[in-house]
């Protein structure tokens, strides 16, 4: 039998067993199949009414979001983007093996920026500055993903943490100084200020679950408990963040009726040659 | 031998051998190779006189469709992107070892964008639009990746496919009803007509031909055919469409005259603070 | 042990031996890891007192340059990014294992968008356009990829060089000759030019180590020297560069004032309908 076939088989079925003799694993992936099957229905007829171009364009992208969501959790559960590592010396469960989630990170690289860019489109940003906190928001992803795959070296993993960690504070330094002002000048400072606090509080729980569960220090040993935690983060900060957003949006059509992105920073600083 | 070692040259020349085997299946890739090489010349050649800035643009976002494309099929006939599968319970091949080509999936995540680059630069489209639209395009695309990789449920095949086809659908509704005003206004509505019906009739053919080919349905069992089926729907989608675009261009080059997306959205949707 | 657990591990302690046992090798790594953590904390200390707008926004994009610069060092060091690969017959070192060091391709991906970014925003391009030079450097990181990855065949190896080469023409294309306009009309032309310089020397260097160093022709057979070569470019191309950007912008906010993409060439070609 080829190589690559005996490889991707053994991984996917491997996986697969272990997800299904762990009830706690697999609710955690079902649990979010379902709300994101559901998200995607309810949005679909959330957005039956939308009619403005910019409206249309905030639907749109939010969307997206329980998309890559049902992607990401599928992907879980059919063992194609699980594997198992054997920890470093140094950590807590040295030379045991732990199954690691990599295809969260591995997605997340595509769903935060829909999220980022919702919330961007949602202030009226400039498309330049969106560009650089996707950007910045990709590379914590995938430096999450690096962390999460070392093998070799039990500070290696830490030193990825940290610098995923700093892409964050990028990201972090934007939505929190940066955008406000433009969801004001856009007249959209309410809705803006509530998904900003809702995406922050709930962001930085994914670096204290990382932390504390099984790929970190392993305080919480249990795989099931970790995934759930990750899950829980998920549907606030994916299915209610994009429930609030399209719910505003739907019965402020008017507030943002103009398509083009980064209009109003334009107007509130004119070009000065 | 160090492990990745075997791993890369086992799977590498175990492909090389099943394609160098099988003409119906190597004149495919081939043939592709061929066709994307001389659009590259013919396309250089299209545009020795294009001077306009936005003609330029859209000219250049051209030539990268048929580069992509040729890197793509040197990928599969290197066999560095091709593996073997073995079927999950449920297919019509199950336990059948099946060639999988799925360097196309992947290389398709930088082509299509392109082409709507293309068409979204084309009809002058908003610039917050066409990031969603791509990022529809690329979860197709990675998606599409998934369900042909699975290999432990013929279920979560089929489950992959569908949402592949979730994610089509938002493209679908963006280059049929939102992109169409768009070119309206920005006079290229005839050109963006011919490309949008051509676009659309066959990357329809792309699922249709998952569908019924090896990788699902297996009413068609041949390696050689099903690429085929892709190949002939590559040469129209990439090739033909590049053609018909950059011959328009050309001779339109006052019509695509001013540089800046989504500036006619503007004019013709004003902000209304 | 469960068959990826087995793959990934011995990959990684493989590499991680072939490095430390290399002081030529693991100081071309180690150098950039301080090198790039030194300028991440030096550009963050520079950027205190940008206010404008834009210029925070090209701060932004030059910050993230050190920031994916370390996590693809880290990745080399851990031997997650790194391979074994055997020459195929006609390479000087045919049958023999080579390391390749694969994770800079992939994170090439990343950075290198962020300098033509940073690029773009300086010269005020139009959004499209940057959207296109970003696709063909991609394209360009990619198809090296393949060409550093391919084991099959000598002149597949060489095939991917210059497919990668004509990407790499797209983006020499437009930063010659198309951006110097745009760079210009936004007043940045002196400092454009000096970066732009410094970016098309180092690149050119990069295609011409492939050539030479031990994956291409194997003039020079040493990991080692091979690596440094590309640690050399890499302090030029992106620290160096980073921090002439940031210097230039951190004393001129007042040029680069203005917030959006792509207004100057708006201006300068008005469009025509």
Redesign the interface.
């Given at each position: 039998?080829?190589?690559?076939?005996?490889?991707?088989?053994?991984?996917?079925?491997?996986?697969?067993t272990a997800i299904e003799n762990d009830v706690l694993l697999s609710s955690s992936l079902w649990a979010n199949v379902a709300l994101a099957g559901l998200a995607?229905l309810l949005f679909v007829y959330m957005g039956r009414n939308v009619e403005a171009?910019?409206a249309?364009?905030i639907w749109?992208?939010t969307?997206?979001i329980p998309?890559?969501s049902?992607?990401s959790y599928?992907?879980l559960?059919?063992?194609?983007?699980v594997?198992?590592?054997?920890m470093p010396p140094g950590h807590a469960l040295a030379g045991e093996?732990v199954m690691s989630q990599w295809g969260r990170y591995l997605t997340w690289a595509?769903s935060t920026?829909?999220i980022l860019?919702a919330l961007g489109?949602l202030a009226d940003v400039?498309?330049?500055?969106l560009?650089?906190?996707i950007?910045?928001d990709?590379?914590m992803c995938?430096?999450g993903l690096?962390a999460a795959?070392?093998?070799?070296?039990y500070g290696?993993r830490w030193?990825?943490y940290l610098?995923s960690c700093?892409?964050f504070l990028?990201v972090l330094y934007?939505i929190l100084v940066?955008w406000p002002q433009s969801a004001t000048a856009a007249?959209t400072d309410e809705i803006f200020g509530t998904l900003r606090a809702l995406t922050v509080v709930l962001w930085l729980g994914y670096p204290i679950i990382w932390a504390v569960g099984i790929e970190g220090l392993a305080l919480v040993q249990s795989v099931g408990l970790t995934s759930w935690g990750y899950s829980a983060l998920d549907i606030g900060a994916k299915y209610l963040f994009a429930f609030l957003l399209l719910r505003w949006v739907a019965a402020n059509q008017?507030v943002v009726?103009?398509?083009?992105?980064?209009?109003?920073?334009?107007e509130t600083?004119?070009?000065?040659?």
């Open positions: 039998m080829p190589a690559t076939t005996t490889l991707l088989q053994a991984t996917q079925s491997e996986a697969v995607i171009p910019r249309k364009l749109g992208a969307l997206l998309l890559v049902i992607s599928l992907g559960l059919s063992g194609l983007t594997g198992f590592i054997e093996e595509l920026p829909m860019l489109l400039d498309i330049g500055d560009f650089v906190v950007a910045a990709i590379g995938v430096t690096a795959l070392i093998t070799s070296s290696l030193a990825f610098v700093a892409f990028v934007a940066e007249g008017d009726g103009q398509p083009t992105l980064g209009t109003h920073s334009e600083a004119p070009a000065d040659d």
